[in-house]
């Protein structure tokens, strides 16, 4: 009898996940750091250019920064990409990553207030992109006893997707499927008085024109709604990627003050904007952030 995972993925996704079943297969087989060097080689030198994600970074980067030099913008494609299949291995490879997780240490001006209110159960909207690594400061949360709701998109493919979510619940939880059923319990649990994560930089046709980088691009404005609705502190954080490629720095900035959820969404893009100068190689230069504008 097939299993019940079967049964919703098909035969066709079944041999579709085999060679991705495979490739983490073989990584699991070295070290936890050799492990991530190898994988972001792998997306830097043989992914990114053999699927067109150079092609997707340098237009991103034209579009914002003209003037870069060739040499690098060709550094920051490989850093980009090198991240990129770090992440991805980090999100299957929880023992190795829960380790370096776990080493990082709360800093920023933030810190204090955000374990405050969580320790009084005062609503936390958490926001953060597409850098480093963002799991990092749910993982210490969760060691603290708070765990921090987080919507996911689900994968295509059922079966890659059942070993995703169970690697993610090993990390932290809540995680909540996409969709409004996953969006009303995220938000139940603000109301309660716990911590959201939204990323909020991907491109949303319904979202505000903002700046971001120089140039327009359309943002959400929900997290600052949210936190405006239920009187929430809206709190930026990064978890920063250290040289070494395998541990972090956490950076919790303060409270966005609140204002007008325009006010406050460009205030986060401004807050992103800045930790991107810094680091450009660790943002994921691979969306069309820009589209629509």
Sequence with gaps: MAKPEFERGGIVNFLLDLPVRG???????????????????????????????NRRIRTNLAHVWPQLAPPRIRQLCREVSDNSARLMVESFSTRGFLKHARAAQIRGE???TLLQALETQTPVVLVTGHFGNYQVLRVLLMDRGFGTAAIYRPMNNAFTNSRYIRHMNELA????????????????????????LILNDQAAFEG??????????????????????????????????????????????????????????????????????????????????????
């Design 23 to 53: 490739f983490f297969g073989l990584l699991a087989l070295l070290p936890y750091r050799t492990r991530l060097g190898a994988a972001g080689w792998i997306g830097a030198h043989v992914l990114a250019p053999l699927f067109g994600v």
């Design 173 to 196: 939880s809540p995680n909540l499927a996409r969709g409004m059923r996953g969006t009303r319990a995220m938000l139940t649990h603000l109301k309660k008085g716990g911590a959201i």
């Design 208 to 293: 505000r024109r903002l700046r971001f980088l120089g140039q327009p691009a359309l943002t959400m404005t929900s997290a600052a709604e949210f936190a405006l609705r239920f009187d929430a502190l809206l709190i930026p954080y990064y978890g920063i990627r250290r040289p070494n490629g395998v541990d972090f720095d956490v950076v919790v900035e303060p409270p966005i003050p609140p204002s007008t959820p325009t006010e406050m969404t460009q205030a986060l893009n401004d807050s992103l904007e800045a930790m991107v100068l810094r680091h450009p190689g660790q943002w994921f230069w691979i969306h069309r952030r820009w589209k629509g504008t």
């Design 110 to 112: 933030g810190r204090d």
